[in-house]
């Protein structure tokens, strides 16, 4: 059953008073700035053209970001943390941002990685120049970590540890690839690892190769004969603060590319990610444990999610993303092997997503507890995308079959809000929620998604608390 605008409850009109002020006054005051110029990226639509620096998609009216939903919308089931108002307070947990960005008033100093290798620069590897560099950067104030423009370095598994001296920066200005000899790796789950730093910058304009062909070709997702085993991440960021990370160029991880981890008040933006539509479990960005980063201005382009966002993390903020081929935008997957999870506070605008296998999705596995609330997709294109829009509380990425459960991930206050574009598949629209938890608040507002042959798509949707308004293609007419 759909309600109508013109007949709402209270609770509804109240819901729809609150989460994009909310929204609106934890980002837009509290987001950090900079001084690099955006890029943009232009497409041709039919007859239209979209930019991801774009307001909205061309073709469509002004939506601005007015109202303001969910506030004070109190689910019982959030296990005491309510969180009432929303999307609030993002980035106000003292983000040092000129201690951040500001340069040393003593100046600053430049070490390269080039003043270790000695006379022999064409080793086997540079770890130890590398180490050797870093430590002198790190201890000094106002230190800048350099990998030299146009040169190549081939790295084993590294960690750059902290913390580091004020006024520290970053710059990947060459080519750093991957070793290509899987036994070096050992535990075999980083490659590249920046940890407890704080206050920096780290700002590219070269490449980060992780040579992930040597790990597809023996992923048990490729060759069925082969053991399911982890591979490395690319690159990780654990437990740094106040920081951003500009201009970088990542292509062919041997599993995730970029990971922030137990992070908090992050700025990402002009990022170019790459590896084929194939390359399995190969997310562009995975955010984790992680509270205030705002991803922004980036193209992603991998065999997996492209931006992935699970437990731990709130205040999570993308924007003007373009993403495909890949697996979409996704919120999970929350709850595995019955465990608790919670993300809040969502908010993806200005996205545009090709061919790729979702849209954007929510994923839960049964049995899991926890919440994923007040989250907002707005002002997002789709052209050619199977599962445009899907909540699949049913998620199941195992080899056997997974157990039906009662509990589940709670699943609430989720506007859906002038998406339009072409489903790959009939369903455009699946809301599978869990019967024993219904999914609670969820809005669709201007949604239009056709079939590739621009006719009425289908919606599928069960056990969801569901508000039409405005123009919405395809409507569930049945919500069970």
């Not at 019982?76 to 009432?84: A, C, E, I, R, Y």
Request: with cysteine.
């Amino acid at each position: 059953m759909c309600w109508r605008v013109k007949a709402q409850p209270l609770h509804l009109v109240l819901l729809q008073v609150s989460l994009l002020l909310s929204l609106l006054s934890s980002f837009c005051c509290c987001t950090l700035s900079h001084s690099h110029p955006a890029r943009s990226y232009y497409y041709n639509y039919g007859d239209d053209y979209y930019s991801a620096n774009n307001n909205v998609i061309i073709g469509e009216e002004d939506n601005e970001v007015t109202g303001n939903y969910y506030q004070r919308y109190n689910d019982n089931n959030d296990n005491g943390d309510h969180d009432q108002l929303g999307l609030r307070n993002f980035m106000d947990d003292g983000m040092e941002q000129s201690d951040a960005l500001a340069p040393s008033s003593s100046g600053y100093k430049i070490v390269s990685v080039d003043d270790y290798l000695g006379s022999n620069q064409d080793n086997a590897d540079h770890n130890e120049a590398f180490a050797k560099a870093w430590k002198e950067a790190c201890f000094t104030t106002g230190g800048v970590f350099l990998v030299p423009k146009n040169k190549e370095y081939k790295l084993r598994p590294m960690n750059f540890s902290g913390p580091c001296h004020a006024h520290f920066n970053i710059k990947i200005l060459g080519s750093i690839k991957a070793s290509e000899d899987i036994s070096e790796y050992k535990p075999r789950t980083h490659w590249l690892v920046f940890e407890n730093l704080r206050n920096f910058e780290l700002e590219g304009g070269g490449t980060i190769d992780g040579k992930g062909h040597i790990w597809w070709q023996n992923s048990c997702k490729i060759n069925k004969t082969k053991p399911c085993q982890h591979a490395p991440t690319a690159l990780t960021f654990e437990g740094c603060k106040n920081f951003r990370v500009t201009e970088l160029r990542m292509v062919n991880a041997q599993q995730m590319h970029l990971t922030f981890q137990r992070c908090a008040n992050v700025r990402a933006f002009n990022l170019v990610i790459i590896a084929p539509g194939h390359s399995p479990n190969t997310d562009g960005i995975h955010i984790s444990q992680t509270r205030n980063i705002h991803i922004s201005n980036s193209l992603i382009k991998t065999g997996d999610d492209c931006i992935s966002i699970v437990s731990g993390s709130k205040n999570i903020r993308a924007t003007d993303i373009t993403c495909g081929p890949g697996h979409g935008i996704s919120i999970g997957s929350l709850g595995a092997g019955q465990s608790k999870a919670h993300v809040s506070n969502v908010w993806v605008n200005r996205a545009r997503l090709s061919g790729t296998t979702n849209g954007v999705r929510i994923k839960t596995w049964q049995g899991g507890r926890g919440y994923a609330k007040n989250i907002i997709f707005q002002n997002i294109l789709m052209q050619n995308v199977s599962n445009p829009i899907i909540i699949d509380q049913h998620y199941c990425d195992q080899q056997t079959p997974c157990q039906d459960m009662k509990s589940s991930v709670q699943v609430s206050n989720v506007l859906y809000k002038d998406i339009k574009g072409t489903s790959a598949t009939d369903i455009a629209i699946k809301l599978d929620c869990n019967k024993g938890h219904r999914c609670r608040g969820i809005i669709l507002q201007n949604v239009k998604l056709m079939n590739q042959q621009q006719q009425r798509a289908k919606a599928d949707c069960h056990y969801v608390n569901l508000v039409h308004r405005g123009t919405v293609l395809p409507k569930c007419f049945r919500t069970t």
